[in-house]
T-cell receptor
Framework: DQQVKQNSPSLSVQEGRISILNCDYT??????FLWYKKYPAEGPTFLIS?????DKNEDGRFTVFLNKSAKHLSLHIVPSQPGDSAVYFC????????????FGSGTQLTVLP | NAGVTQTPKFQVLKTGQSMTLQCAQD?????MYWYRQDPGMGLRLIYY???????DKGEVPNGYNVSRLNKREFSLRLESAAPSQTSVYFC????????????FGDGTRLSIL
């Protein structure tokens, strides 16, 4: 049973437009959510995170929104750039348990020039 | 700034052979983790170590053993490799401070024939 789901395996967006990546979770004990970006042949790189006490966190072109009632989070990238083309993973953890991360299956974002 | 270093980067094994994957971090982190990533799936936790001298099973521990050699190093051992263990293995580390992300190495690509 997947506790973190990314239902869109791929997404294509035109350069300069907004990219919206979505993630759903089922475990109500999750209290910390993260987005990682991954290029081929490299490890995941931390992008942005949000605690369950917030509903929005912004860092430059990247904004993460959390809707706890819907158990849904999204990552907005504005404006999208060709260098943003990568696989994006949503991850979640709960307090205690040494902060083990549960990952979604990833979304391949392609930003077209 | 090396961060998390994994060796080797690539390895091909025959079924039944043994192998140890090495991981070292230079960020003075207490917690370290081993994940595997298979095609079309997110990263899954194999084992983790919340502090030097402790290790615990994650989601998919069968067929693996780990050693937290010291604060810097956390190794993953396959005693008798099986084709189902063909995967990309990632090591990660993080601090104990509240809500800090995990930092990942670039992975070990392991093929078992």
């Amino acid at each position: 049973d997947q506790q973190v789901k990314q239902n869109s395996p791929s997404l294509s967006v035109q350069e300069g437009r907004i990219s919206i990546l979505n993630c759903d979770y089922t475990n109500s004990m999750f209290d910390y959510f993260l987005w990682y970006k991954k290029y081929p042949a490299e490890g995941p790189t931390f992008l942005i995170s949000i605690s369950s006490i917030k509903d929005k966190n912004e860092d430059g072109r990247f904004t993460v929104f959390l809707n706890k009632s819907a158990k849904h989070l999204s990552l907005h990238i504005v404006p999208s750039q060709p260098g943003d083309s990568a696989v994006y993973f949503c991850a979640a953890s709960e307090a205690g348990s040494a902060r083990q991360l549960t990952f979604g299956s990833g979304t391949q974002l392609t930003v077209l020039p | 700034n090396a961060g998390v270093t994994q060796t080797p980067k690539f390895q091909v094994l025959k079924t039944g052979q043994s192998m140890t994957l090495q991981c070292a971090q230079d960020m003075n982190h207490n917690s370290m983790y081993w994940y595997r990533q298979d095609p079309g799936m997110g990263l899954r936790l194999i084992y983790y170590s919340a502090s030097e001298g402790t290790t615990d099973k994650g989601e998919v521990p069968n067929g693996y053993n780990v050693s937290r050699l010291n604060k810097r190093e956390f190794s993953l051992r396959l005693e008798s490799a099986a084709p189902s263990q063909t995967s990309v293995y990632f090591c990660a580390s993080t601090t104990d401070r509240f809500n800090q992300p995990q930092h990942f190495g670039d992975g070990t690509r392991l093929s078992i024939l």
